[in-house]
């Protein structure tokens, strides 16, 4: 049984910074697809950042392009999102997430394992 532990949130000022981490156990992610998802109060869970296999392919939400990078270290099991010029409308819960395919998706339908969740608060 695959299990993501996200990693890096809390509580930063609006313009801030945050990194946020994703480990595996039980399973590799060396041949997954990851994303990252978040959910605010109230609202649906919307795409952010999805990368391919091997770190070739990134793609990102319309809200967070230009201010969030997607990377994974295959070798260390980890998937990290960068997140600069933070905003107080990006305060949710940012999920983790991996499919069983190589390549990449925005639609969090299309990913088999998820995290529990890491809480991002951006004061103004």
């Known amino acids: 049984q695959v299990q993501l532990v996200e990693s890096g949130g809390g509580l930063v000022q609006a313009g801030g910074s945050l990194r946020l981490s994703c480990t595996a156990s039980g399973r590799m992610l060396s041949t997954n697809a990851m994303g990252w998802f978040r959910q605010a109060p109230g609202k649906e869970r919307g795409f952010v950042a999805a990368?391919?296999?091997?770190?070739?392919?990134?793609s990102y939400g319309d809200s967070v392009k230009g201010r969030f990078t997607i990377s994974r270290d295959n070798a260390k099991n980890m998937v990290y999102l960068q997140m600069n010029s933070l905003k107080p409308e990006d305060t949710a819960v940012y999920y983790c997430a991996g499919r069983y395919y190589g390549a990449s998706s925005s639609s969090a339908r299309d990913y088999s394992y998820w995290g529990q969740g890491t809480q991002v608060t951006v004061s103004s």
């Open positions: 990368i391919n296999w091997n770190g070739g392919s990134t």
